[in-house]
Every structure is written in C-alpha cells, then in structure tokens.
C-alpha cells in the first residue's frame, strides 16, 4: 500500500470498527496491532449489546440506542464484505424482577421506552411461562426487552479484519507496542486500550482511565436463538456457534490481570441456579483481561490535545461493542470530513 490516509492504532472492537468505516467510505487505511487482533479485552467471549435502562435520559444513552439500532446493517455489511460471520443476532433480552417494588419500576420504564425507543423497541413486562431458559422469578413476571443483541467478540474482530482487508485495507499485528512520537505525520486514530489510557494519564499527570478486570467463561449448550438473560449483574449470552457465555466479573485490584480464579466458578454456579438448563454443560473456555474504562466512563473520542493529526478512540469498558458502529461512525466523519458530532461528555473536557 502507498501512505494511507489514516493510520490506526490497536486492533481492538474500536480500531477495527473505525478502520472498516473508513475504508468503507473509500479511505485508504491501515491498522498497526502492537500484539494480536482482540489482544485485549476485545479478545473475549461475553459479547452482550444490551441498553441502558430507559430512565435518566442523557447524551450517552442516546448515542448507545442509535449505536444499538446501527449494529444490524453495519455488522451485516462487515459479513458481506469479508465473508466471514460475526455471531450478530438481534435476540432480546429477559431480566427477572425480584419483588413488586422492581415489578412498579420495570412498568416506569417500559412508559419511558415505549417514548424514547420511538417504536424501534420494545421494554414491557411479562408473565414467565415456564420455558426451561427462562430465568427463575421470584413475582413470576420477567422484563423483555427487543433491542438488546448479541455477537462473538472474537468472530466479529476477525470478520472485520476481514472486511478491511477487502476493501484494500492493511491490517499488521504483531507490530510491538507504538508511541505518538514514533508515527508519521498524518491522521492517526489511537485505539489502544489499557496502554493507551494508561499513555494519556502518564502525559497529561491526571487520571484518565484504567483497566478494570473481567472475567468470563463459555458453556457448550446450545441455544442460538434464545434470547439473552441478565440477573443481578450477570450477563448470560446464548451464542450463534451453539456455545453460551457467562460473564463478568468487574475487579479495580487483582493479582494477575489474564489469570482466571475462584471468581469465574462463583459466576457458573450462579448462572446455573438463574437458568438451571445450564448445569452439566460442559466448559470450553475460562476468560480474563482487562477491559478499558475512561475516567468518565463514556467512551473517549475525539482529537488529542496537542498533537495535530492525533485522534483517540479509547473507553469501550463493558459497552464497546454495542457502541462500536456509532463510533466509527462519528470518529469517521471527524477525521475525513472535520465534522465533530461527538457528544461533549464523550471528550477530553469531560475529563479536565
């Protein structure tokens, strides 16, 4: 390839989400991984695209639903690009609610929904029916929602590659890890997870962000078209590939930020006792890493302060995927066009 017209920085959900938008529009890109695609935590096995609650309105919620109602035409158009599958399915969501305070709340937001989705989406309650994958209620009564979705992190990072790839984009990895002062001049997309944030404090001697420790693992039950189940904080994602994935934790101290423990078995045992159809599957894989969490805890977008040319795409924390098509969306019409319609939240101001 001649000089691209952008370079960028990290293999992770963002760096490919922005590459592909971009060559998509028909920019010459090309995408340096320090270590290996999905290195990170885009490199796991949870994969939920799941809202915030309807409730509280504000800029990220906003950008998260059109992000949310995105994923099925810009994950649809990285498949047809590369041919290879991302896991992607538009399947819901069940919750179960717990007294009759949750039961009062979940109506509240599902009068919120039915105005803020703009009949996109549905949130309404509902009577449990007995169905095995159902988790247990305690009211009986369960949430369903049909905007939230799912795909395979690791399906989706190679299937963007991919997609890159045929559209004359370069995608490097194993490239060693990068700093500003070593690229080229030029528009640069910086997209590098924990290092990256942990770049951005170290140059600017405030907090930016950190790693926040996940950990997860993938059952062989097969239940590709349920919908996903969320309890107490735990995801439950039925994938594409017959696999079902648990997870996560969320751990600010740790002794070894890849290395799986006790935690991850209290996470099965308690899917187990939410959706009992789960017990005697076996395990195929455990998970950690760590995923990258701004300061603010909205994604970090926007141009660098100080250095021209420099752009960061960094934050996704437990959310980057479900935010990764409006993303590359705006970060795209940033860099190629100067039009910066990045929420102020989303920006370095936030931060200082």
């Not at 309105?57 to 639903?65: E, G, I, T, V, Y």
């Not at 070894?256 to 017990?279: F, N, T």
Request: glycine share 12%.
């Amino acid at each position: 390839m001649t000089r691209p017209d952008l370079t960028v920085m990290g293999g992770g959900i963002f760096g490919l989400s922005c590459a592909w938008e971009v060559a998509r529009r028909g920019a010459k890109v090309r995408v340096i991984e320090a270590a290996h695609l999905g290195a990170g935590a885009s490199g796991g096995i949870v994969g939920a695209l799941s809202p915030h609650v309807p409730e509280n309105w504000n800029d990220k919620k906003a950008f998260q639903l059109e992000s949310l109602l995105m994923a099925e035409g810009f994950w649809g158009g990285v498949h047809a690009a590369g041919g290879l599958p991302t896991g992607y399915g538009r399947v819901g969501r069940l919750q179960p609610l717990a007294d009759a305070r949750a039961v009062d709340l979940a109506h509240a937001r599902a009068a919120e929904a039915a105005v803020l989705w703009q009949g996109h989406a549905m949130w309404r309650v509902r009577a449990s029916t007995g169905d095995p994958w159902e988790p247990h209620s305690p009211t009986g009564l369960l949430i369903e929602d049909t905007l939230s979705a799912r795909l395979h992190p690791r399906m989706a990072v190679a299937a963007l590659a991919a997609a890159i790839r045929a559209k004359a984009g370069e995608v490097i990895d194993h490239a060693g890890f990068s700093t500003p002062d070593d690229q080229p001049p030029g528009p640069v997309i910086w997209a590098t997870g924990v290092p990256g944030l942990e770049a951005l404090t170290a140059e600017f001697a405030r907090p930016v962000g950190a790693g926040v420790k996940g950990q997860a693992i993938l059952l062989a039950h097969d239940a590709a078209m349920a919908p996903q189940i969320f309890v107490d904080g735990l995801h439950i994602i039925p994938h594409a590939d017959g696999t079902v994935a648990i997870g996560s934790t969320s751990e600010t101290t740790w002794d070894a930020p890849c290395a799986v423990d006790a935690k991850v078995e209290a996470l099965h045992a308690r899917a187990i006792a939410a959706c009992p159809v789960l017990a005697g599957a076996a395990i195929l894989d455990r998970w950690a890493g760590l995923r990258p969490r701004a300061k603010s805890r909205a994604p970090l977008l926007g141009a660098w302060p100080g250095r021209a040319g420099h752009f960061v795409a960094n934050g996704g924390f437990k959310i980057g995927f479900g935010m990764a098509p409006k993303v590359a969306q705006v970060m795209a019409d940033l860099v190629l066009d100067g039009r910066d319609t990045i929420p102020p939240d989303f920006g370095f101001a936030a931060l200082f």
